[in-house]
């Protein structure tokens, strides 16, 4: 894969979980104040799933650049 795709992934990897930390925060927050609207107690699940797909990509990333550098060498 392309070397700037994937650091963009790992950027926006990185911004999402700061998104989703920061969501966390103001539920609990307005938790502590009574109950909270349900767009704010949903809030956090869009940068959850988008954390999960950029995870896990992340996470096999390694192993296709090996499977990758298997296939293209040639065999003896």
Same mark, same amino acid.
């Given at each position: 894969?392309?070397?700037?795709?994937n650091?963009?992934?790992?950027?926006?990897?990185?911004?999402?979980?700061?998104?989703?930390?920061?969501? +966390?925060?103001?539920?609990?927050?307005?938790?502590a104040?009574?109950?909270?609207?349900?767009?704010? /107690?949903?809030?956090?699940l869009?940068?959850?799933?988008?954390?999960?797909l950029?995870?896990?990509?992340?996470? +096999?990333?390694?192993?296709?650049?090996?499977?990758? /550098?298997?296939?293209?060498q040639?065999a +003896?």
């Open positions: 894969m392309n070397t700037s795709l650091n963009g992934i790992r950027q926006a990897h990185r911004w999402l979980s700061i998104a989703f930390t920061l969501s +966390v925060i103001a539920n609990f927050i307005a938790r104040q009574g109950e909270p609207t349900a767009w704010l /107690t949903y809030a956090p869009l940068p959850l799933a988008l954390l999960l950029s995870g896990l990509y992340l996470f +096999v990333l390694p192993y296709l650049n090996k499977w990758r /550098t298997r296939k293209a040639p +003896v």
